[in-house]
């Protein structure tokens, strides 16, 4: 037969391992230096300005100019 459990204990122990977990995480997101936060911040601004730097012109809607027209029809074809 198997070993008997307090479930109550068992609950209580889970519990507290998902607040130990969740402690740690937040120590890592909130627990940074003002310098670390500035350099994590240049950082993105940094690949921000790289990425829009590397987008090829009339992408995203731009409007190039290139519209298919297929709405309406081209001039003595009827």
Known sequence: MGKVINLNKY????????????????????????????????????????????KREGEAGQGDGEDSGADTPEPGAE
């Open 11 to 54: 609950r209580k122990r889970k519990a507290k391992l998902e607040r130990e977990k969740q402690a740690d995480v937040n120590r890592r997101l909130h627990g940074r230096t003002t310098a670390e936060r500035a350099r994590e911040d240049l950082q993105k601004r940094q690949l921000t300005r790289a990425v829009d730097g590397a």
